[in-house]
């Protein structure tokens, strides 16, 4: 069936870049998403990229896509302690499927 | 532009009682979809409302259900709690309908149920 995978942790030092990795089953994706968790929050939208791109920029984060391989990853460039979080990739296949999230933490 | 809300933030219930939730979606926004997340795991779909049918359903027992009101509102509720449902309850939102459809969707901060 669909499903959608991620690594469960990353560490990573303050000022270097995170990348976060997510691998999907579903190729009739139109689009694929980065969402942030903060503890005891809810999900909050980070960026989005369409299925016929390979690469989205927004600020501190790039989004790349291979298609072929089903693979997406999300690069936070210049880390900082705000963005410890929960991160999660979903697919936008008819069931709207959520990775198990990679929880990054920063290190000073 | 108010977001997605949701109430109540936080609520114990004990095992076999029945809980309701509630969620506005985002101003605009048509459809509204309910997710479990558990400690430590990702949110698990429940199912989706859109004109106020039930459009899609995940693995979740009868004992979960729902409603979507005319104002798009909408309801989670859930019978014979078990401990195995303590969990955080996130609804999101997102427009089907029209122009503006997209796929996109967007989270309210969810309700904390506790089942004692």
């Known amino acids: 069936g669909e499903d959608v995978e991620q690594s469960l942790f990353l560490s990573v030092r303050e000022g270097d870049s995170s990348v976060i990795n997510c691998t999907y089953t579903d190729s009739s994706s139109t689009y694929l998403y980065w969402y942030k968790q903060e503890p005891g929050a809810g999900l909050q939208l980070l960026t989005y990229?369409?299925?016929?791109?390979d690469m989205k920029q927004d600020q501190r984060l790039t989004v790349l896509l291979n298609k072929k391989d089903k693979h997406l990853s999300l690069r936070i460039a210049d880390t900082q302690t705000g963005d410890s979080a929960i991160y999660f990739c979903?697919?936008?296949?008819?069931?709207?499927?959520f990775g198990s999230g990679t929880r990054l933490s920063i290190r000073p | 532009d108010a977001g997605v809300t949701q109430s109540p933030t936080h609520l114990i219930k004990t095992r076999g009682q029945q809980v309701t939730l509630r969620c506005s979606p985002k101003s605009g926004h048509d459809t509204v979809s309910w997710y479990q997340q558990a400690l430590g795991q990702g949110p698990q779909f429940i199912f989706q409302y859109y004109e106020e049918e039930e459009r899609q359903r995940g693995n979740f027992p009868d004992r979960f259900s729902g409603h979507q009101f005319p104002n798009y509102s909408s309801e989670l509720n859930v019978n014979a709690l078990l401990l195995g449902d303590s969990a955080l309850y996130l609804c999101?939102?997102?427009?089907?309908?029209?122009?503006?459809?997209?796929?996109?969707?967007?989270f309210g901060e969810g309700s904390w149920l506790t089942v004692v």
């Open positions: 999101a939102s997102s427009q089907t309908k029209g122009m503006a459809r997209t796929n996109t969707i967007y």
């Open positions: 990229i369409f299925s016929n791109m």
């Open positions: 979903r697919s936008s296949a008819s069931k709207i499927i």
